[in-house]
């Protein structure tokens, strides 16, 4: 498949699902339980309707924001994601480097699979690391002296995994969570496995060995257990790290405002894309409770069902100041490597322009309120 097959980002789902043995695609897919919130991230969006304003002219329109004093092309970020390199042998650093040509940051998860040495020379001052701390603030300290010494700036730590999620496709799919593939499910995964040879074979030619004494080599991730980090722990981290900081998977108000009081640059309003507490509160209906609450005093990033740049958009509309995708760049990854990632970035480059074109809005810095209106009729069918 050539990566400018992809078009939009439901097409990139199309191609991943095609290139990767279930066992992933479904790692990549699910979320928790009955993987509701998931779908209420996703389906959010159409609570909100765009009001477009008409006859103002047809300018391209502005799409460069900055982030925490980086100027970016586009307000759309990477979010961090474990296990890239079991999507597509580019791995972490086909992701960066895809990130960083157009003109935005990724941010490279501890359990991406790849150091951070070796990532971050793919996209100077546009890669950020998200910590996970599996062994506390021992754990943490080693890991953040390499981070700083890779020569990044912004630390991302997240805090909605105090345990992880139930993943019920990872566990059907016999692959317990985290997602481990060993001798014990290779038997079981194999038929799956050997029905995408292309993938078999770009894993075999990246080095990826699969033996059956051991698991992958570099995926055994028993680090991606919880991480449960405190609110004092999130102080000590703001003492230790001396660049910016981002608190990442907040849906509460207060939560946003003890990230804020602790020293946080940034918040992340982000339910993991459903994949920890199903049930939980979607996230565009979360995202003006947080900015309401501490808006003025640092910048509010979203995630979690940004699937078109009409969802960039309202999210922008609703005070955003930028957005993360999780699966849509994974997609893209599995289905064709960098140039997928490349290629999905663009789909949702292209499709923000021509929405605020014919909304008549002149730049994503101009988005707010005026420019959506809850859909439906509040209140029942107005008078005529
Ligand atoms: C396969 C996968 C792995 C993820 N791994 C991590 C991770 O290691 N650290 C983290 O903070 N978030 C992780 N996330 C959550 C994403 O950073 C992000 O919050 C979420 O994917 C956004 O929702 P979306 O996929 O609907 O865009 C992961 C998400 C997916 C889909």
Known sequence: MRAKQ???VADARRFARRALPRVVFDYIDGAADDERTMHANESAFDDVALVPRMAVGGETPDLTTSVL???LSLPVLLAPCGLVRLMHPDGAVGVARAAAH??????LSTVAGSPVDEVAPAAPGLLWFQLYAPGGRRGAEPLLAKV???GVEVLVVTVDTPALGNRERDRRNGVASPLRIDARNAARLGPQILARPGWVYAMARSGIRFSPAHSVDGFSMLSMASSPFRWDDIAWLREQWPGKLVVKGVVAAADAAAAAERGADAVVVSNHGGRQLDGSVATLHALPAVVAAVGTRVEVLFDGGIRRGTHVAKALALGATAVMI????LWGLAAGGEAGVAQVLASLRRELAQTLLLAG??????????WITPAGFVGGLPET
């Open 326 to 329: 999780g699966r849509p760049y």
């Open 102 to 107: 157009a003109g935005t940051v990724s941010v």
């Open 148 to 150: 700083a010494e890779a």
């Open 361 to 370: 809005c002149p730049s994503v810095g101009d988005l707010d309120r005026s």
């Open 6 to 8: 992809i078009t939009n």
């Open 69 to 71: 004093g980086t100027s």
